[in-house]
């Protein structure tokens, strides 16, 4: 249930889908809900007033993180960014993963939320709720019949790129220190998805994203601008932050940031060394909110999908977040705010209801 005292979390983006795909797919599903060596299942969400949030379905790479990681702990770098996928390739891994979301649903470990209205009930009657999200558009085809198929399956968020190049656009590379100006924008095919989303109301998500492409959706897109996990370049100058013309842009349009847990976009060094205090959360929080507005923040952990601070390892660990929220000065209703209603709001005003 939704209290004053411990406002339930709604998070903006997850990787557990792609984890439980890795460990078996839906044969591994069960262990979401009887707990897992991962950063969310039903016991952590119980604990930590995790409610719910953007569950991604992900088409790996081959690549050999141990090296991405190691380079990661430099003080710059710049990883070469793996081969764009093929859809045929793609396509069977989304449905995989769509699998397994669908099974969470059926085994009672989660409701799969179309509307904003189906997240306010869910939220309300303590179900965990999920949106059905595909982060980088592989396993769409040129022709958008896959978008189709899962919007009706219910798709409601979807990402063009992660990071590596699609059909659509073109993605921003794992470099530090950089801005988000890396390349071309979205393709004739980028252009005409922004506009069948637009039609359909699936959300649009500009995290991964390149600079050109990002000004190429705000330009076409009569939805607002929404990064579902990114954070202050100003802050932590990587290329997968936002710059503050950028959170302009999403503000002028009524979107919403999500803050990234993911310790390489936090710190100021742009290093994967997890020692980060809540307190360089909370810097980034206020560049946002400053630039935002308070209605336009929320969270976006990358949980499962990142190396985050040790006070967030797993989402049971989330009151502590709120906690430091409150001694950093953020009142109740503010909280609230980046916790849980400032996604519900975006949502609405996307999806129309």
């Known amino acids: 249930m939704i209290t004053r005292e411990i406002p339930i979390v709604f998070d903006g983006h ?3 889908l792609l984890k439980l795909y890795q460990a078996g797919g839906v044969s591994a599903a069960e262990s979401f809900l ?19 949030g953007f569950f991604a ?3 790996p790479s081959p690549q050999d993180l141990e090296f991405k990681f190691d380079q990661m702990t430099q003080a710059a770098y710049d990883l070469p960014l793996p081969d764009p996928i093929d859809w045929q390739d793609a396509f069977p891994v989304v449905m995989a993963q769509a699998a397994i979301l669908f099974d969470l649903e059926k085994r009672g470990a989660l409701t799969i939320c179309r509307s904003a209205a189906d997240i306010r009930a869910a939220l309300a009657q303590g179900k965990m709720a999920a949106i059905f999200h595909i982060e980088g558009a592989e396993g769409i085809d040129a022709d958008l019949n896959a978008l189709e198929l899962l919007y009706r399956a219910g798709l409601r968020s979807l990402g063009p790129v992660w990071s590596r190049p699609t059909i659509f656009g073109h993605g921003v590379p794992f470099r530090f220190p950089s801005t988000a100006d890396t390349g071309p924008g979205l393709t004739e095919h980028g252009i005409n998805l922004v506009k069948r989303c637009n039609e359909l109301g699936i959300m649009i998500d500009l995290s991964h994203l390149n600079e050109a492409g990002f000004w190429d959706v705000a330009r076409l897109s009569s939805a607002p601008l929404v990064a579902t996990h990114s954070n202050a370049h100003a802050i932590c100058p990587h290329s997968r932050n936002l710059t503050d013309k950028q959170l302009a842009a999403i503000r002028e349009s009524g979107g919403m940031v999500g803050l990234n847990f993911a310790v390489a976009f936090l710190r100021d060094d742009g290093r994967m060394i997890s020692d980060v205090p809540l307190t360089q959360l909370l810097r980034h929080l206020d560049h946002l909110i400053d630039h935002l507005g308070e209605d336009r923040v929320g969270l976006g952990s990358d949980y499962d999908g990142a190396v985050v601070p040790p006070d967030l390892t797993t989402c049971g660990g989330l009151p502590k977040l ?4 409150a001694r950093h000065g953020y009142g109740e209703p503010l909280i609230t705010k980046l916790c849980h209603e400032n996604w519900l709001r975006v949502l609405e005003k996307t999806w129309g209801g």
């Open 14 to 16: 997850n990787d557990v």
């Open 34 to 52: 009887s707990g897992r060596d991962g950063a969310i299942d039903c016991l952590s969400a119980k604990a930590g007033g995790f409610g719910g």
């Open 57 to 59: 379905v992900y088409v």
């Open 322 to 325: 709120r906690q430091a929220m």
